[in-house]
């Protein structure tokens, strides 16, 4: 079994890769660590970085998950070849693009492409963002899954993920006490569905909501509260289409916790307990 760490990076294709670094900076509200002309290195937490956006095909979406040191990288390496997913090492030139000391990577059974990461960068400096969004780190992924089951059975099978609640047939997955690091919604697509940063507060969702309001960004959902890990919440729209979400107040599950799932009907109000009606097309009903 891969025991996943943590969730480490984004990494996603752009168009226009100087619209996305303003939108990441100025309203998002992430520090741009490093630029070169292929690729723009964003900062949310003490990490060297979480987000890239990288001149490439627009829907290549990539997932980084860090694994506790090398020997674990290259275990898990060879669980997932003895399955069936084949594996790419990384190239030298390739973990020194990511910032790690090793990486493989693999296509997940719905199609976006995950890396397993050994010791990837950390950073001596501050966190120093160019908006105060109060955001504290990144936090989680939503997955389009071609098939809930078979993905449900690859993320708990294959990587010791466990089920903390469905909504309908979207399993919400945990790796560590954190409610949910990846959460898995049907769609005909895959990559990633929606992105989210920690803020520290409900002061942070609504300063956040009324400033992205004036600024003319799309709000897709919210501001709302989820039944489901209790978290606070406002989704909205960023380049590309993708989903950006903030959240505060994320419920924990301790790991000897008798904790077990609850399954939620398909409908808003499993989405969101203060009746905020989504516009994002996986969580309509
Ligand atoms: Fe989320």
Same mark, same amino acid.
């Given at each position: 079994?891969?025991?996943?760490?943590?969730?480490?990076?984004?990494?996603?294709?752009?168009?226009?890769?100087?619209?996305?670094?303003?939108?990441?900076?100025?309203?998002?509200?992430?520090?741009?660590?490093?630029?070169?002309?292929?690729?723009?290195?964003?900062?949310?937490?003490?990490?060297?970085?979480?987000?890239?956006?990288?001149?490439?095909?627009?829907?290549? /979406?990539?997932?980084?998950?860090?694994?506790?040191?090398?020997?674990?990288?290259?275990?898990?390496?060879?669980?997932?070849?003895?399955?069936?997913?084949?594996?790419?090492?990384?190239?030298?030139?390739?973990?020194?693009?990511?910032?790690?000391?090793?990486?493989?990577?693999?296509?997940?059974?719905?199609?976006?492409?995950?890396?397993?990461?050994?010791?990837?960068?950390?950073?001596?400096?501050?966190?120093?963002?160019?908006?105060?969004?109060?955001?504290?780190?990144?936090?989680?992924?939503?997955?389009?899954?071609?098939?809930?089951?078979?993905?449900?059975?690859?993320?708990?099978?294959?990587?010791?993920?466990?089920?903390?609640?469905?909504?309908?047939?979207?399993?919400?997955?945990?790796?560590?006490?954190?409610?949910?690091?990846?959460?898995?919604?049907?769609?005909? !697509? /895959?990559?990633?569905?929606?992105?989210?940063?920690?803020?520290?507060?409900?002061?942070?969702?609504?300063?956040?909501?009324? *400033?992205?309001?004036?600024?003319?960004?799309?709000? !897709? *959902?919210?501001?709302?509260?989820?039944?489901?890990?209790?978290?606070?919440?406002?989704?909205?729209?960023?380049?590309?289409?993708?989903?950006?979400?903030?959240?505060?107040?994320?419920?924990?599950?301790?790991?000897?916790?008798?904790?077990?799932?609850?399954?939620?009907?398909? !409908?808003?109000?499993?989405?969101?307990?203060?009746?905020?009606?989504?516009?994002?097309?996986?969580?309509?009903?």
């Amino acid at each position: 079994m891969i025991a996943l760490y943590d969730i480490r990076y984004v990494r996603m294709g752009t168009p226009d890769l100087d619209h996305a670094v303003n939108f990441a900076t100025r309203v998002l509200g992430l520090e741009l660590a490093a630029r070169d002309t292929q690729a723009a290195y964003l900062r949310s937490d003490d990490r060297d970085h979480t987000l890239v956006y990288l001149d490439a095909p627009v829907h290549d /979406h990539t997932v980084g998950f860090e694994v506790k040191n090398p020997a674990e990288l290259d275990k898990a390496a060879g669980e997932l070849e003895a399955a069936g997913f084949p594996v790419h090492a990384g190239t030298p030139s390739e973990c020194e693009q990511r910032r790690v000391r090793a990486f493989v990577s693999f296509r997940e059974p719905s199609g976006a492409t995950i890396d397993l990461i050994a010791q990837p960068w950390h950073s001596g400096r501050p966190c120093f963002p160019s908006r105060p969004a109060g955001i504290t780190g990144f936090s989680h992924v939503g997955l389009y899954t071609t098939s809930p089951s078979r993905d449900q059975a690859f993320w708990t099978g294959m990587c010791g993920a466990k089920v903390s609640d469905w909504i309908g047939d979207a399993p919400l997955l945990r790796i560590d006490e954190v409610h949910h690091k990846i959460a898995l919604f049907p769609s005909t !697509r /895959h990559g990633v569905q929606h992105i989210n940063h920690q803020v520290t507060g409900v002061d942070d969702i609504m300063r956040s909501y009324y *400033f992205l309001r004036e600024q003319g960004v799309p709000i !897709r *959902f919210g501001p709302g509260r989820h039944p489901t890990s209790y978290a606070t919440f406002l989704y909205f729209e960023g380049p590309d289409g993708m989903t950006y979400e903030y959240s505060t107040g994320v419920r924990l599950i301790p790991e000897d916790s008798d904790y077990r799932p609850r399954q939620f009907p398909f !409908r808003p109000s499993s989405f969101c307990m203060w009746g905020s009606k989504p516009d994002i097309p996986e969580f309509k009903t």
